[in-house]
């Protein structure tokens, strides 16, 4: 296996889904005067998984495809969320959630920034700041701008399905208290696993998935027992097919859903480069 080549090839995909994502842009400015935010979502959705083929990359440029197959856990998350909210019945209900859920986690991170309790005050002292610095006063305001946006209209069949799942849940699990994860709602899955059954992915999830989880959570250390320099390309052949694999897929799916017109250009351009060669 040519690894220099093999990167070069991943960086010619990183290219084609830029340019996916540049013509998205142009497409939906062109659509709508505001674009929706259901496809604010699948775009940032999308962007991400180009970010994380693009960090992959980038590390095995640089011989570090120990850290590189961490990023393919990420990718392979956002490779499902992706597939999961573009759903004919409910992609405007699920990009919405997956929404809502952004703004639930980011009130809850600046509420716990601006409280009195003992994880606020720890985090200012350790930060050295006071509550009333400006900074402070920003993230008050950033607080009121997400409330205002989690009150709108279009949010509230969001929040009854979330309430729906919840309830169901704690009778089903006879627990007093349980919170969703945004994919669960929608007729969705209480876990990745389980998402990834649903998406069709369960063999890769069980065959790759707790190996860069422990990646992840750095429960691999023995593996490296010796001296070894830091540098130097053990197997990188995982993380380039995984990586590529992964980005094909969703940039396939991605077009197939949004952008139908390019599907024959993109299947051409795969077949051009060899990328349906392993």
Request: proline letters at 1%.
């Amino acid at each position: 296996m040519n690894i220099d080549h093999e990167i070069d090839k991943l960086g010619l995909l990183i290219q084609k889904g830029e340019e996916i994502l540049k013509y998205s842009y142009e497409y939906f400015s062109k659509e709508y005067s505001i674009i929706p935010d259901e496809i604010r979502v699948a775009i940032s959705l999308y962007e991400k998984v180009i970010e994380n083929i693009d960090g992959v990359f980038i590390l095995l440029e640089n011989a570090s495809e120990r850290c590189a197959l961490s990023i393919t856990r990420d990718l392979f998350e956002n490779m499902l969320y992706l597939k999961f909210i573009m759903n004919d019945k409910y992609f405007k209900e699920r990009a919405l959630s997956y929404y809502y859920s952004y703004l639930k986690d980011n009130l809850s991170h600046i509420e716990m920034l601006l409280s009195n309790g003992d994880k606020g005050l720890r985090i200012r002292k350790y930060m050295k700041k006071e509550r009333s610095d400006e900074s402070y006063k920003e993230l008050e305001r950033r607080r009121e701008s997400i409330k205002k946006i989690m009150k709108k209209k279009k949010f509230r069949e969001i929040k009854s399905e979330w309430y729906r799942v919840r309830d169901g849940k704690m009778k089903e699990k006879n627990i007093k208290t349980y919170f969703p994860k945004w994919y669960e709602t929608f007729e969705g899955s209480e876990n990745i696993r389980k998402l990834a059954i649903s998406c069709d992915f369960v063999a890769e999830y069980d065959m790759l998935y707790g190996a860069y989880s422990r990646q992840v959570h750095s429960t691999n250390a023995m593996e490296d027992l010796g001296i070894n320099r830091l540098r130097t390309y053990h197997d990188p052949q995982e993380a380039l097919f995984v990586t590529r694999s992964f980005g094909l897929v969703a940039i396939h799916y991605y077009i197939e859903f949004f952008l139908r017109e390019l599907c024959e250009q993109f299947s051409n351009w795969v077949y051009e480069n060899d990328f349906h060669k392993r």
